[in-house]
């Protein structure tokens, strides 16, 4: 699993209003007082200041106006994925969705003449105001002081603040502001890469994951029949920060594993100037191994790899808007605009700790995500690698400190997993039985930001139940939204990367598995005629106890502690058990 950062958001093809720029005046009594909107307690691991920023440096500014009817769209999208509802598979055009989320009038002429009362041209692109502001404006729009801050691990530097604060009377008006407080996060690969023989693969499937296994495991199909073949179902998946997927390798890895579709490949579609280098010594292990199991497993289907242009090289005396966007707002504004056919299943094993977003940021991510769900896409993220917080029973090794300035010790939830609006994958290995993932601590807790859904709340309460009484008090948050919600095998998976056989595991590799299966699902639902999935988990906990494997062995360790036990039902290890894709097909929505 990868992690990755964020920082703006969605928008919709519709007009713009331009504010008339107007020269800089003094502030409006309007827009006094002030009050702070939000603030960070410590410069954010791997990070360090540098200087303030040079005042004439240009900002791309996407102030979040704040949306109106979240609850009501919240439930319209869990309506339209349960099964017995009558709005079940109606799915939404964006059209629809905008219009439910528009923010108020007023909002957006305040923001609007908050911007003109600095001498800023504010531009409005459905529910962000836009606009190219100095660090000199900044610095005063904001009451705050922009720095300069370089990350400590990669050299990457990046204008930031660690507080702002706006007028009291905008507080209500608008959700978050970008770029500000939100840094970008270090990237982590998978656990365990090791180099093998090819040729050498366990016909046990005990030690080596490979395609046969998964299909004997998860009972998935090996021929392929015409009939079930749909040329519009489409299987995406998220690339980020220079991954890069290799043709060359995928082929080795087809010749090996899924020679019937040998030369067959991928379709690239680059997002905000994502390149995909087809030089083997920068082929990516993430990309590789994500994009390698979605050929073998779903070959029959057209498979998409967005790759997500990272941040720019930040050059602090060039006088150019820095393009301060992170990855996943950039795929979000892509696939919430483009004219082009959205994937029916989207993948993305990419994801870091959620204490490190605001908390209104989170919330217009996963809402980001709430849309794609209303247009029928289902979207599985891995659950993480790092068990309940920090994945290592060594004391020395901890990390599980809250950053609210309290250092608490608990447990670390990760984001994107903990949204309620996507399907996050825990981890397994082994067969007869099948357990959580031993070789590293598969990701699953409870968030501290999102409630737990009405979806999920029969299982979790059966979970939360049968815990001894006291354990891990103050460590989680027992109302959160509860993840994984499935697993499946993450355990030493052969793919070639740069040419070589190498062994890879990962939360990542379970969430391709899975995110296969559903395309398989799908691509047989479209040859029926019927709708695609689209947001899971309103049918998964409806109906997981009779369509999957439930996992009743295995821990996730983690921040000094033992973790969460796996059980009967669904558990914060491997959720409600893996897939049995003859069950999945039998128990699909009609």
Request: glycine share 8%; aromatic share 10%.
């Amino acid at each position: 699993m990868h992690c990755l950062v964020l920082t703006g958001l969605v928008a919709i093809a519709a007009s713009c209003i331009v504010a008339s720029p107007l020269p800089a005046s003094a502030s409006s009594p309007l827009f006094e007082p002030y009050q702070e909107f939000h603030s960070l307690n410590t410069i954010p691991k791997n990070w360090e200041e540098q200087q303030p920023s040079p005042p004439d440096a240009l900002l791309h500014f996407k102030i979040g106006l704040r949306q109106q009817n979240v609850d009501d769209f919240h439930q319209k999208v869990i309506d339209i994925s349960t099964p017995d509802h009558p709005s079940y598979g109606m799915h939404m055009s964006q059209a629809e969705i905008h219009d439910i989320l528009r923010p108020a009038d007023d909002s957006t002429q305040l923001v609007l003449e908050w911007l003109q009362s600095h001498g800023i041209q504010g531009v409005l692109d459905n529910h962000w105001v836009k606009a190219v502001v100095t660090v000199s404006q900044a610095n005063k729009l904001l009451q705050t002081q922009y720095n300069t801050y370089r990350n400590v691990v990669n050299g990457d530097q990046v204008i930031r603040t660690m507080a702002y604060h706006l007028p009291t009377i905008l507080a209500d008006h608008i959700d978050l502001i970008s770029p500000t407080t939100t840094f970008p996060t270090a990237l982590q690969v998978s656990p365990d890469v090791e180099r093998w023989e090819s040729n050498v693969i366990d016909s046990t499937c005990d030690n080596i994951t490979s395609i046969f296994c998964l299909q004997e495991i998860y009972r998935l199909p090996r021929k392929i029949h015409p009939g079930t073949l749909d040329k519009r179902n489409i299987f995406g998946v998220a690339g980020f920060d220079g991954e890069y997927a290799n043709y060359q390798d995928l082929q080795l890895f087809l010749s090996e594993q899924r020679p019937d579709f040998l030369h067959t490949n991928f379709t690239v579609v680059s997002v905000n100037g994502g390149l995909n280098s087809q030089n083997l010594s920068e082929a990516g292990t993430e990309a590789n191994l994500d994009i390698q199991v979605a050929r073998g497993l779903a070959p029959q289907y057209k498979t998409i790899f967005y790759s997500v242009a990272g941040l720019p090289p930040f050059i602090p005396s060039f006088n150019t808007p820095t393009n301060t966007d992170e990855p996943l707002d950039k795929l979000l504004d892509f696939l919430l605009t483009t004219r082009q056919k959205l994937p029916h299943t989207l993948s993305i094993s990419y994801g870091s700790e959620e204490q490190t977003y605001p908390k209104t940021y989170a919330e217009r991510v996963c809402r980001g995500f709430a849309q794609l769900g209303a247009r029928g896409v289902s979207v599985i993220v891995a659950s993480g690698n790092t068990g309940v917080g920090y994945g290592s029973l060594d004391p020395t090794a901890q990390e599980c400190l809250s950053n609210d300035g309290k250092n608490e010790t608990r447990f670390i939830p990760q984001f994107l997993a903990s949204c309620p609006f996507v399907t996050t994958v825990g981890a397994t290995v082994g067969v007869n039985p099948e357990v959580a993932v031993k070789r590293f601590a598969s990701g699953g807790g409870f968030s501290w930001y999102f409630p737990r859904p009405s979806y999920q709340a029969t299982a979790v309460d059966e979970y939360l139940a049968q815990l001894p009484q006291g354990l891990y008090d103050g460590l989680y948050n027992p109302a959160g939204r509860a993840f994984p919600d499935v697993a499946a095998q993450g355990n030493y998976y052969p793919i070639w990367v740069g040419g070589n056989p190498i062994l890879i595991g990962g939360s990542s590799a379970s969430t391709q598995t899975f995110a296969a299966v559903i395309t398989l699902l799908n691509g047989q639902r479209l040859s029926e005629g019927k709708k695609p999935l689209g947001f899971l988990n309103p049918w998964l906990y409806a109906q997981g106890k009779h369509m999957l494997n439930d996992i009743l062995s295995g821990s996730n360790p983690g921040c000094d502690t033992p973790g969460f036990s796996a059980t009967k039902g669904w558990d914060p290890v491997t959720g409600l058990g893996t897939p049995d894709y003859v069950k999945m097909q039998k128990f699909s929505p009609r």
